[in-house]
């Protein structure tokens, strides 16, 4: 009976079911939770994974990892328990505190362009900054990706790490991730020379623009930023701007409109003290 196997020969199970319909890098976080996560659990038979047991190790995972990562756990375990006994479990996870991204003001934006004016990571910056595309997809661009004569780039494809840490390319993440984003002239112009000395838009090793934006942050006293943030300020800077959902959705390659609002879009401190003062007057103006 399934329901007699263990958690651990039901997730391998389900891996080799799945295999070739889950991206490589689903692969690669599956594989980590059953090797580092639940591990009284993993020697369990499905059938006594019942709610008592399954909240008494959510609650023990909480106390180790972050909300983000017990609620990856969660979603495995039950997938996989459905699979395979039809079961669903209802417990309660911790609560999901999303992480504060530092966000840059226009001053900051002007120093941060200058500052990687000519360095080898700048392409992957810009892009990330200019158009709001992940590392991953920045990873998987090529030459002919970049249209030179109307000065678009095709964004189609991601290279991400599979279950043995080897870089293969893939899908893009979402349904919405196919898309074509004009490029500024200033960004423009890099591509090209990238082209012109048959060097890749990405020529550098995986971590090195993150460690480099973080040099330059400290040197110039700029809020820490990482290489997402750039995606995340790009998607702020559109709400800044009022660009309607709709375009920043296709921009950013969202499939969900929640997930931009509520994950990627935050409001600049400049435009939030704009709002405040705004606000701050019409009040003043109602009292005697």
């Known amino acids: 009976m ?15 079911i799945k295999d070739g319909v889950l991206s490589p890098s689903t692969i690669r976080n599956y594989t980590a939770i059953r090797d580092n ?5 993993m020697k369990m038979e499905l059938r006594k994974l019942n709610n008592n047991v399954i909240q008494s190790a959510i609650n023990r995972e909480a106390k180790e990892y972050s909300a983000k990562t017990v609620e990856n756990v969660y979603r495995l375990l039950t997938t996989v ?26 001053a900051q934006l002007k120093i941060l362009i ?8 700048e392409v992957p910056l810009l892009l990330a900054l200019f158009l709001g595309l992940r590392r991953s997809e920045i990873m998987a661009l090529e030459h002919s990706d970049f249209d030179s004569k109307t ?6 494809k991601a290279k991400v790490p599979d279950k043995d840490g080897n870089f293969v390319v893939k899908g893009p993440k979402s349904r919405k991730g196919r898309r074509k984003l004009p490029v500024p002239p200033y960004l423009a112009k890099r591509l090209k020379a990238c082209i012109d000395r048959n060097e890749p838009f990405f020529n550098v090793a995986p ?14 006293g700029l809020p820490k930023m990482t290489l997402h943030d750039l995606r995340h300020q790009n998607a702020s800077i ?17 499939s969900s409109n929640s997930t931009m609002k509520n994950i990627y879009q935050h409001t600049m401190s400049e435009a939030r003290l704009q709002t405040d003062a705004t606000m701050n007057n019409y009040f003043s103006s109602l009292v005697p």
């Open 2 to 16: 399934a329901s007699k196997k263990s958690l651990k020969e039901a997730i391998d199970k389900y891996l080799a």
């Open 151 to 156: 000065s678009t780039l095709s964004v189609t």
């Open 114 to 121: 200058k500052a990687i004016d000519g360095d080898k990571s």
């Open 37 to 41: 996560h639940l591990q009284p659990e």
């Open 81 to 106: 328990l459905n699979q395979f006994t039809g079961a669903t479990p209802n417990v309660h996870l911790p609560q999901r505190i999303e992480k504060e991204h530092n966000m840059l003001n226009e």
């Open 207 to 220: 971590e090195r623009p993150y460690k480099r934006l973080q040099q330059i942050c400290e040197k110039y």
């Open 238 to 254: 559109m709400l800044y701007l009022g660009v309607p959902d709709k375009y920043a959705m296709e921009r950013g390659g969202w």
